[in-house]
């Protein structure tokens, strides 16, 4: 953008404020659906390290809960909770 505001700023002359306009408007249009498209990566890379940082700390916090819980009783051994891993994780990629 900045080079099309240099441009609109050495504009001089009888209807140079429409010609600005006009100027910059087209920029505007040129560019918006790169500007757009940037945006919506930046957001779905954030949201997808945001499902990731989720899931490791309910992994973690479910395996700390479980042994905790576990360790009060010797008799019992530790939980497979490797299906509800599974799930998870099929249910993050969608």
């Given amino acids: 953008m900045a080079s099309y505001y240099k441009q609109a700023a050495e504009m001089r002359g009888d209807g140079a404020r429409k010609k600005m306009q006009d100027l910059l408007i087209t920029a505007v249009n040129n560019i918006k ?3 757009f498209n940037m945006a919506k990566k930046e957001v779905l890379k954030k949201f ?3 499902k990731l940082y989720i899931k490791n700390a309910l992994e973690s916090g479910l395996k ?3 042994k905790l819980a576990l360790s009060q009783t010797s008799k019992v051994s530790l939980m497979d909770v490797s299906r509800e891993i599974e799930q998870l994780e099929s249910l993050t990629e969608q």
């Fill in 64 to 66: 700390t809960s479980i």
């Fill in 33 to 35: 659906q790169d500007m």
């Fill in 48 to 50: 997808n390290n945001l």
